[in-house]
């Protein structure tokens, strides 16, 4: 059975970091391209950022760009998202995706994931 599972968040205060983890079990993902992305209350859901197969290539919002750094571990199966500057903004319910197997490249759209994790909650205080 595959399964994604985001861990990492919390209450943290405007201006610091976290760091998401996703761990994927069930098979390997390291042909699979991944992203995360995340909901707040009342709003629809939104893509945060996409790592390719390798971790070579990387995309992320304009919203984050800058701040928020996506990166994976293939041979732990893992992929992290590191959040630095964090804003009020940012507060939200953060979920990993995966693409199925041999679809390497990232994507900016969450049709295009057929995994998905049950989200952990960043909430950043002002």
């Known amino acids: 059975q595959v399964q994604l599972v985001e861990s990492g968040g919390e209450l943290v205060q405007a201006g610091g970091s976290l760091r998401l983890s996703c761990a994927a079990s069930?098979?390997?993902?390291?042909?699979?391209?991944m992203g995360w992305f995340r909901q707040a209350p009342e709003k629809e859901r939104e893509f945060v950022a996409t790592?390719?197969?390798?971790?070579?290539?990387?995309y992320y919002a304009d919203s984050v760009k800058g701040r928020f750094t996506i990166s994976r571990d293939n041979a732990k199966n893992t992929m992290y998202l590191q959040m630095n500057s964090l804003k009020p903004e940012d507060t939200a319910a953060y979920y990993c995706?995966?693409?199925?197997?041999?679809?390497?490249?990232?994507?900016?759209?969450?049709?295009?994931?057929?995994?998905w994790g049950q989200g952990t909650q960043v909430t950043v205080s002002s």
């Open positions: 995706a995966a693409r199925k197997r041999y679809s390497g490249s990232g994507s900016y759209y969450a049709r295009e994931y057929e995994y």
């Open positions: 790592i390719n197969w390798s971790g070579g290539s990387t």
């Open positions: 069930g098979r390997t993902f390291s042909s699979s391209a």
